[in-house]
């Protein structure tokens, strides 16, 4: 059973930047790609960002673009999200996913809360 352990989460004001973590017990065939989903309180999940181990097919929310950066470092089974420029309307909880193709929809963490203050 694939774990993945999110963290880096936090309080920020507005215009701060936070860095997430995602650290994955096992990098196989079933955690191709990896991504960041996230939800806000009384709001439907929504998809963030998304990379292969590879390192390509990188997609984001257009929303965040230009702000965040997914990355990844195989040697360490972990995968990041910096965030930049952060607004209030990023407040959520932020979500680690991994799976066999883009939807990224085999395995979840357990989610670690960003709030941004304005």
């Known amino acids: 059973q694939v774990q993945l352990v999110e963290s880096g989460g936090g309080l920020v004001q507005a215009g701060g930047s936070l860095r997430l973590s995602c650290a994955a017990s096992?990098?196989?065939?079933?955690?191709?790609?990896m991504a960041w989903f996230r939800q806000a309180p009384g709001k439907e999940r929504e998809f963030v960002a998304t990379?292969?181990?590879?390192?390509?097919?990188?997609r984001y929310l257009d929303s965040v673009k230009g702000r965040f950066t997914i990355s990844r470092d195989s040697a360490k089974n972990t995968v990041y999200l910096q965030m930049n420029s952060l607004k209030p309307e990023d407040t959520a909880v932020y979500y680690c996913?991994?799976?066999?193709?883009?939807?990224?929809?085999?395995?979840r963490g357990q989610g670690t809360q960003v709030t941004v203050s304005s």
């Open positions: 996913a991994a799976g066999r193709t883009r939807s990224a929809s085999d395995y």
């Open positions: 096992e990098r196989t065939w079933s955690t191709y790609f």
């Open positions: 990379i292969t181990w590879s390192g390509d097919s990188i």
